[in-house]
């Protein structure tokens, strides 16, 4: 087979997996754009919806996508009563405090999977897994893809919703200047549920797609959460754009360091350039100062 | 571009850093519990520590291992006139008064700083007469120096990096054949494949994780291709926890390898089987190093897609065939557990039998005299559910040198047959592995 290929393949296969990586992040970055706060259970919200997910599958033999309304849903009120529950106590108090709000979040949330479902890796069988499509040599699997596809449309509504709308401008108006905002008759406190209900909720989508290929076992979290983080920052703290460009340039780097150098320093190059950029251009990619 | 307005970027990024540092490190945690009861309160006990991944990434693991010590508890502290196996006849341990063995529980999560305190909590606050662990050489190799500071016998029944025993520690014993017997038995394999005409000069590749476990038997296996002039195309060490391993496998297609010999963890064992059908990379055989391979979540994880591999082992059911003691064991704990043993279980069950019938033998649990008992260990074949020759510690390694390996295949109904050494074989090896589009 030719190094073109193989190349192509490596491209193809790094975008694939950005494209998963960008909505994690979306989810992440729509929160601390708005309500200012960095959700550290954000990994752990899309193992409740991939849990979800092969919950439904056993249950009624839903395969992830046809769960997937049902798990945003699902995911959306989580949002909200995460927000409601836990975070608006700790909405005035110091960055700590937060932190440690959600933090704790994220131990429960692993810690209750762990106690409901077992420390074992499920996989959701569907028809789907098995195919893929042929290019030229180069293979695409068909969940990732559809998964990558559902990544694009997630982005394209969640930017619409936020730009284009009156409750998206509110959104804005809240995360601008929350006082303003409710001197012009804004409710700050529901916009920031509102804010944490679509967060979850891109996660929601991406747990479902995820779900479709992938396994499910409590510490999936703990394994995307870490690269969400670093996509986010890399993209620029609330930068929806620059969420989507990092995570793309993320599955990028990691694939093509994996296939050009070494598997074992893939990370670490994926580190430096995250690195690189938190040094040289603190905001991120496409933050503003 | 649009940016939603954000405050303190820069001390968010570097806040956000230092958490994901600490989230690597901080898995969910559980409380270990005593796994056997003490309730016996008028006979001494005897405390064994058993230091094992409970929860994490191979949590899976952990608890199989524990499944394992705990029936060989029960064997030890109850009759069992029927078992040909050590401590098996009597109640308790007979020369102290019977005492029973009570296991304390230690959950490293795979961290080996999190071992080296279990060890360390063990030890200084449970005052356990000898430790068990820890599966992961890396840890086991923390923990075990925490033993060997205290002078605190450490028997180890799952870590096979040959670094372990180099370390000529005092109170180090290992059960379980190390990586360079395992690598080297692969060669002897392969040898032997080549005379029954199924390979003639393959293409090696050598792939395995980055920690200790991965890399010690990717040099085994370097030194062992050498040794019986095999060609080695492509050497591949990956991250351990891997999101996705596409690049791995497209470096593996590249290089053009026959025959990919594997060292990986359960999670990635999955993921590697997945993403070779998803690239259709068909090589000839996947030798795998056990671990993850061998692993009760392997197959529940990869279904089908998981089959035809072969792996190293140190255990198979089906040599119940040549020793009947092993389906006697096996029903013992499917019993209780609804599933059968497997080779992590039934290494950890024997590690328990030889630590208690040292210490039986040595009539006292003073570390001393436990690890003089250690030494002078010598239990014949047909009291161990292994294929081993039996268990005698080299006296400056405390190594156990009459360990030896099998290979078995993933055949039909996901059954783990043995194929290799060709007289113990209870099925004929599948040889190549069937392409991926020829698959049901």
Known sequence: MSFDIMLGQTIVTGLLWGAIYTLTALGLTVIYGIVNIVNFAHGDFLMISMFLAYVLSIAVGFSPLQSLPFVVAALFLLGIVTYRLLIKPVLNAPMLAQIFATFGLMVFLRGLAQFIFGIDFRTIPTALQATRLDIGGIFISTPQLIAAIGAVVMFAAVYFFITKTRTGWALLAVAENREAATLMGIDSNKMFALAWGIGAACVGVAGCLLANFYYVFPEVGAIFGFLTFIVVAFGGFGSITGAFAAGLIIGLIEALAGFLLDPSYKYSIVFTVYLLVVIFRPKGLLGSA | ?440
Not at chain 2, 37 to 59: L, N, R, S
Not at chain 2, 152 to 161: C, E, K, Q, R, V
């Open chain 2, 1 to 440: 571009m649009y940016v939603i307005t954000r405050k303190k970027p820069l001390l968010s990024a570097l806040l956000a850093t230092a958490l994901i540092l600490l989230l690597a490190g901080c898995g969910s945690s559980s409380t270990p519990k005593p796994a056997a009861d003490g309730k016996a309160a008028a006979v001494k006990e005897v405390k064994i520590g058993a230091i094992y991944p409970m929860t994490g990434v191979q949590g899976v693991t952990g608890l199989e291992l524990m499944r394992g010590v705990e029936l060989a508890v029960e064997i030890v502290n109850n009759e069992y006139p029927d078992l040909a196996l050590p401590m098996a006849k009597g109640k308790g341990l007979t020369n102290l008064g019977g005492a029973k063995i009570v296991l304390v529980a230690g959950d490293h999560q795979a961290s080996p700083e999190k071992g080296m305190s279990e060890a360390e909590r063990l030890i200084t606050q449970e005052k356990v007469t000898a430790l068990m662990g820890c599966y992961g050489s890396a840890v086991t190799n923390t923990a075990s120096q925490v033993a060997e500071r205290n002078g605190i016998p450490f028997l180890n029944a799952d870590s096979t990096s040959p670094s372990l025993i180099a370390r000529n520690y005092q109170w180090f014993f290992r059960t379980t054949p190390d990586d360079d017997m395992f690598a080297e038995n692969f060669f002897v394999f392969l040898d032997d494949l080549k005379a029954k005409k199924l390979i003639t000069d393959p293409k090696l590749a050598i792939l395995y994780e980055n920690t200790l476990f991965g890399t010690d038997v990717g040099k085994a296996e370097t030194r062992s291709a050498k040794a019986h002039k095999y060609n080695i195309v492509s050497d591949i060490a990956y991250p351990a926890k891997s999101t996705n391993v596409g690049s791995e496998v497209q470096k593996l297609k590249a290089s053009g390898a026959d025959i990919v010999l594997q060292a990986s963890y359960a999670s990635d064992a999955i993921l590697y089987m997945k993403t070779y059908k998803d690239l259709d990379y068909n090589p000839a055989a996947i030798l795998a190093m056990d671990a993850g391979f061998i692993d009760d979540a392997y197959l529940k994880g990869a279904g089908k897609d998981g089959y035809y591999i072969l792996s190293r082992e140190v255990w198979a059911l089906d040599l119940a065939k040549a020793k009947p003691i092993v389906e006697k064991v096996n029903k013992m704990f499917k019993d209780k557990h609804g599933v059968n043993m497997t080779g992590n279980v039934s290494r950890a069950f024997t590690g328990l039998l030889v630590l208690a019938d040292a210490i039986n033998r040595a009539g006292s649990t003073a570390p001393a005299a436990v690890q003089k008992a250690l030494l002078a260990t010598d239990i014949p074949p047909d009291q161990l559910i292994m294929p081993w020759k039996g268990i005698k510690f080299d006296p400056k390694t405390h190594q156990n040198i009459l360990g030896q390996g099998i290979i078995v295949q993933i055949q039909e109904n996901g059954e783990y047959v043995t194929v290799w050494p060709w007289n113990l074989a209870s099925k004929e090896i599948i040889w190549p592995m069937p392409k991926w589009n020829a698959r049901k």
